[in-house]
């Protein structure tokens, strides 16, 4: 039996871990699993607008345009991917900024580029963004990137993103790689990344092969200067379009890079290096503007055509299943 002393030191002990284990519930260090449902109420929580239901809570600012994708003459002798058979292929191409502002200053640096391809029997819908890699290589982290940006009592806490980013690899990784690109004043000049490593069918083995791809603008990527940045209006993507594609189309050549034996091919923030075998798949063709009714459509990265394989990164699926998730409830 216990005496008096020992029951006193018990309860002492015990009260001191019940306000330990408080704190630490309170602490932004809890460890929380994201799955696609808990990273979307991150999302709305972040961006979300009680008066309007209906509001995109991700890359909320954008317009839309119409265009074809030309597959490369004799392509499906070395790709097997019967949808680049159908030739001239009508293609939906939406143009966005990151965050879930409508109102963004386009001199942001994460911007997007969506496209819905239209075969006769067969469709891919591709989802980029202007960077080769991702902030986040798993979904917690993707989620926690979003989650601590959240206000609390009306403020960001500026100190603790901070931390994060010097203590979480991925974070840190991708800021810097922000830092070495500069703001391009079009999308004409803009060059936008797969960020996953997708799997497609050799035509002679039938194998699936591993590449990431790209659509680098045939006019070439260039930057805004300083005085270019302070002299121009926030808004300028959208008016640049239509001006440009007035006079004539704007086009980009789409382009596998094919993995190397020692390249990571299931981390969205493994930036590859080094020489790598490429080829250059087709032309995307954007020839007309098409207002911003797309805005509220959802283009899936999950809705591959015969011949192309999901990418085997953590966050692929969770990334789809999020944009699911996230379109059903602004119906």
Known sequence: MLNRKSLCKLLVVGV???????????????????????IADVFYELNGDSKDPHKKINHAKGFCAIGEFVPVKNIKKILDIPLFENGNIQTQVRYSLGGGNPKASDKSKPRGM???I????DSWEIVMLNTEINFAKTPN???????????????VDNEYIIKRTNEVASYKNFEKYLDNIGITGSVANTAYYSIHTFYFRDKKSKKFVPARFKFIPVSGVSYLSKDELTSIKDDFLESDFKNHVAKK???YKMILVYA??????????????????ELEIGTLIVNKYDGVECNGDVFMPSILPNGVDAPKDPLFNVRSDTYSITFGRRQ
């Open 260 to 277: 190397n034996p020692k390249d990571i091919t299931n981390d969205t923030t493994a930036l590859w290096s080094g020489k790598h075998k």
């Open 249 to 251: 189309p704007i086009e």
């Open 118 to 121: 239209e075969g006769e029997k």
């Open 141 to 155: 982290e993707f989620g926690e990137f979003f989650a601590m940006r959240i206000p609390k009592n009306g403020k």
């Open 114 to 116: 969506a496209l819905k």
């Open 16 to 38: 001191f871990s019940s306000i330990l284990l408080l704190n630490a519930k309170d602490s932004k260090d809890i460890q929380v699993e994201y799955d696609a449902e808990k």
